[in-house]
């Protein structure tokens, strides 16, 4: 079992900052990349950015491209969202999430930290 921990979340204005950051605990040597999803009221839960254990290589949704960087520290085992020039629309409950060596899909979820971003 893989436990997730996100943390970070809150209120900024448009054009704000905010950094995320999920804690992996548990059977984390059993882990190949760690993602980001949100879920904004009403909406698909929607890919956000993800990242490899071990190489760091990274994938980013069109929509945060440019603006969101996802990075982790493997000492600490966490994963962190910078997320820089925010806007109202990227207003969602942000989720951590984990994808297991040859798993397909991410099947460890953490409980989700609320992003609001005013205009």
């Known amino acids: 079992q893989v436990q997730l921990v996100e943390s970070g979340g809150g209120l900024v204005q448009a054009g704000g900052s905010l950094r995320l950051s999920c804690a992996a605990s548990g059977r984390t040597f059993n882990i190949y990349a760690m993602g980001w999803f949100r879920q904004a009221p009403g909406k698909e839960r929607e890919f956000v950015a993800t990242?490899?254990?071990?190489?760091?290589?990274?994938s980013y949704a069109d929509s945060v491209k440019g603006r969101f960087t996802i990075s982790r520290d493997n000492a600490k085992k966490t994963v962190y969202l910078q997320m820089n020039s925010l806007k109202p629309e990227d207003t969602a409950v942000y989720y951590c999430?984990?994808?297991?060596?040859?798993?397909?899909?991410?099947?460890?979820w953490g409980q989700g930290t609320q992003v609001t971003v005013s205009s």
């Open positions: 999430a984990a994808r297991r060596v040859s798993v397909q899909s991410y099947d460890y």
């Open positions: 990242i490899t254990w071990s190489g760091g290589s990274t």
